[in-house]
């Protein structure tokens, strides 16, 4: 049953996407051409503005509140989400760039949030379901030891981050350290939990990008002479676009990626395949 006047879609399938920033607007907007979208952010004014967006464009978006490294939210954000008939698709997009916060900051955003919202939405996971974590190029650059890779296998621990700063050397705490173990956390939690997902016929795949055109990406050229060298060594010679991202995630939430599950799928320009080397 459709409501005169409104562009609600009661008969499409929910898609929640958490992070209504830029690459978040991107995903929530491409989504939303064939599903509901709930759109999920710390900060609820800019989760309003980009369901606001959606509706404008003739889809049917809501907006919620949930701070991603508070389990009592992450709980009511499931409850919300249970309430309205499941979910086929989690793309889970927020996240906090290397120069946004201090190293415990960053890896409870990027690294507990997810790991908290995975496992409250994984209950109400039907046949179908998929799990998008957007982690990033960093993951791929870095080789934690045996003990730091150890605790990144606990990431709902509400201490592990701070285990973690412990675990380095105090030149090593730094945000872009963070930000690389965080993502690395990420890889490694889909490849763990794909078994769990696969038991409801769901999936878990998280995606890296490379260097994206986004508003958090320029911030970081401007902090970081490291991007641009990375910037110099993307075969493709340039960086990627938010919409490369936004196929991407609609292709990894499709049908069409029906037996991909417990991986990460690159979309860099070929830039970790030239830092590795052949
Ligand atoms: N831009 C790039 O080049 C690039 C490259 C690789 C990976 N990424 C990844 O892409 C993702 C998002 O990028 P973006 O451009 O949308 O960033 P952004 O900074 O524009 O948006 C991040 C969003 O996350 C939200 N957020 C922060 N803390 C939160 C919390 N505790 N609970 C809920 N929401 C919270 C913020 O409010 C913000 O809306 C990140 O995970 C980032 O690591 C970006």
Redesign the pocket.
Known sequence: MHDLGTSRRPDWQLAVV????????AVARRLGQRHRVLV????RA?ADAVARLLREEGGDADAAY?????PDTVEALAREVGGRGGFRILAH?????PH?ADFERII???LT?PALVTRALLPIATPGSAAIL?????AHTYSPSPSVEALLREPEDARTAERLAAELEPEDRTGATA?SLS?YGLLSLCRREAWAWGQKSARIVSL??????????AV?FSNSPVKHELYARTPLAR??T?LEIADAVEFLASDRASFISGTDVLVDGGLAGTLRGG
Do not use: H
């Open positions: 958490i992070g209504a920033g830029g690459l978040g607007t999920v952010d710390v900060d800019r949930c701070d991603i490294t508070r997009v927020a996240g906090l760039s946004a409870r955003v990027n949030g957007i982690a990033s190029l960093a930000y993502k890296s990008p490379g260097l994206i055109a986004t508003p958090m990406g970081e960086e990627g938010m």
